[in-house]
């Protein structure tokens, strides 16, 4: 049973290692940010409503986000494990999570932290591109994952796994991997 957290500023690689962890695991990856945008592709009510959030790098209202993480956890698919990539990104965020684990008897096994320095993760986001990648915006996202999200490594506290996101790929999913099993 894999229930794991994935989090870490913008541009960290959390999508990157979910999709290898995901095969790795046996549980799928579930990215708020993939969510979202295969809403606004598919031009639904919902991604019209949030495409200007994610084009401005503003976080998209709670309820929103709390109701689709909902959603999507109730799918078969999710009931033996999960890696959540962008989610929880506040601790408003984090204690819906609980309860929403808790109400099916549930718990999160581990909270991965990527850990990155800023300027790093700058340069990989201008590399990248993606409609939210430029300069201002990323900026945006940089300071609003110090004020909103960082403060949930405290709230998890010592469900919380730190790697060192600086590296080859395939390098950073084996001292995931390596140490979620430390972990068990
Ligand atoms: P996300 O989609 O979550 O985007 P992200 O944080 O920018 O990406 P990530 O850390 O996954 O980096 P990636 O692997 O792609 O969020 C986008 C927006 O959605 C938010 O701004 C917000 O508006 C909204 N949103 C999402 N979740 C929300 C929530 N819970 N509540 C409210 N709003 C929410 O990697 C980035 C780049 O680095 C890629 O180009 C990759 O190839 C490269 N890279 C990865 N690993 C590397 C490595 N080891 N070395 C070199 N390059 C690497």
Redesign the pocket.
């Known amino acids: 049973m894999t229930r794991v957290v994935l989090v870490?500023?913008?541009?960290?690689?959390?999508?990157?290692?979910?999709t290898a962890l995901s095969e790795q695991l046996g549980v799928p990856h579930i990215?708020?940010?993939?969510l979202?945008?295969a809403h606004i592709a598919n031009n639904t009510e919902l991604g019209q409503d949030v495409r200007r959030?994610?084009d401005s790098?503003?976080?998209?209202p709670?309820e929103v986000?709390n109701e689709m993480v909902r959603e999507r956890l109730d799918e078969p698919d999710a009931r033996a494990g999960f890696l959540l990539?962008?989610?929880?990104?506040?601790v408003g965020?984090a204690e819906v999570l609980g309860k929403i684990l808790s109400s099916t008897g549930q718990s999160l096994d581990a909270v991965v932290e990527?850990k990155v320095d800023e300027d790093v993760?700058v340069k990989?986001?201008l590399?990248?591109g993606r409609n939210?990648d430029n300069e201002d915006v990323i900026r945006r996202?940089q300071e609003i994952y110090r004020s909103e999200t960082a403060p949930l490594l405290d709230y998890y506290g010592g469900s919380v796994i730190t790697v060192d996101?600086?590296?080859?790929?395939g390098d950073?999913t084996e001292r995931v991997l390596s140490a979620l099993r430390d972990r068990t």
């Open positions: 870490g500023p913008p541009g960290a690689g959390k999508g990157t290692q979910a990215s708020t940010g993939d979202f945008r959030y994610l790098g503003q976080l998209v709670d986000t990539d962008g989610f929880p990104r506040n965020q990527f993760v990989r986001l590399a990248r939210d996202r996101a600086v590296g080859e790929v950073i």
